[in-house]
């Protein structure tokens, strides 16, 4: 028998981590999305509360998590609606996947709603469809990272492919974003300035740098990870987007942070932080002050690697 209403909670998650470029993600341990999925006669109808509620589209086909709804409906021929109810925690438009959090607990949540015994990787096939409402493409780090938690690396997209490693225990994480509102659009934005093409020394820097952080998760070894958060082909070309943008790279290593880049597609930026060499604390505000030193209000905090989606409640 179906359930008539799931809770998923869902975390938030960071792309890229430098060399990774739609390659690789990372689930938070805060903050998250909480999304109740409730049975209803017909079609998909969104609600939304929380953080920044009044700037998401409440149209299923310009929400990402309707979006995924209207999806797994289709595709799985349920003769169903869901009233989609997303509790935002986690704020829109900065670059900490909250799109994607939504989407992947509609997935998550749906998967056991209806017991479509869909593996990780099938979820985040479903769940990706919704980025291409606020990104114009099915990219899925973030997403399948708001899946499995921890670090994945999309070891391809055609079929999906997801490798999924644990993070460090040693692991701390900075974020840090300036207060200014971003354009709606704004991940469509920061992807139309990505270079087409790349000359065969960036692609030699990057493939160095992505191979050693993911042996730096495979071994964990949190230096190696912070280190080797370096990208010669996207960030270079986003990084005028960001007001600030080297002051609090600057500061964030000065700091003590192993690495720091842009989180996704920006603006945030994030750092690596080894919790027995550095205080995060410290380093969060250090990014906060590079923030305020280009003119503009910051927001910062630390937190830790996290877990994936999971069943709240269930009835
Ligand atoms: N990999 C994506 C990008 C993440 O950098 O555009 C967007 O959140």
């Not at 960036?202 to 740098?209: P, Y």
Request: proline letters at 5%; glycine letters at 8%; aromatic letters at 4%.
């Amino acid at each position: 028998m179906p359930h008539n209403q799931v809770t998923v909670k869902a975390p938030a998650t960071t792309a890229n981590l430098g060399p990774g470029y739609d390659v690789f993600g990372l689930a938070l341990a805060e903050p998250s999305d909480k999304v109740t999925l409730t049975r209803i006669p017909s079609g998909v109808r969104i609600e939304v509360a929380g953080i920044s509620a009044a700037a998401i589209p409440t149209a299923p086909e310009k929400n990402t998590a309707g979006v995924v709804a209207a999806h797994i409906l289709k595709e799985f021929s349920l003769k169903t609606g869901v009233h989609v109810k997303i509790m935002k925690g986690i704020l829109p438009g900065i670059g900490l996947g909250s799109s994607a959090a939504s989407a992947a607990a509609v997935a998550y949540g749906l998967n056991h709603m209806f017991s479509l015994n869909l593996n990780s990787t099938q979820v985040v096939r479903l769940a990706a469809k919704g980025e291409v409402a606020s990104a114009g493409f099915e990219h899925a780090d973030n997403v399948a990272a708001a899946i499995c938690g921890d670090f994945v690396i999309i070891k391809s997209y055609n079929p999906l492919e997801i490798v999924n490693l644990k993070a460090p225990v040693d692991m701390e994480v900075c974020v840090a974003y300036h207060n200014v509102k971003t354009l709606r659009n704004k991940t469509e934005k920061a992807r139309s300035v990505v270079p087409k093409q790349v000359p065969i020394e960036k692609l030699v820097h990057n493939v160095g740098k992505a191979a050693a952080l993911a042996a730096g998760f495979a071994t964990g070894n949190v230096d190696l990870i912070g280190e080797a958060m370096q990208d010669a082909v996207v960030e270079p070309a986003r990084a005028f987007l960001i007001p600030g943008y080297e002051r609090v790279k600057e500061n964030a290593l000065k700091a003590g942070a192993c690495g720091v880049t842009i989180s996704g597609a920006g603006p945030a930026m994030l750092s690596i932080v080894n919790k027995k060499k550095a205080d995060a604390a410290k380093v969060a505000s250090a990014m906060k002050a590079g923030f305020e030193c280009a003119g503009v209000e910051a927001t910062a905090f630390a937190t830790k690697p996290g877990k994936g989606a999971c069943i709240m409640e269930m009835e």
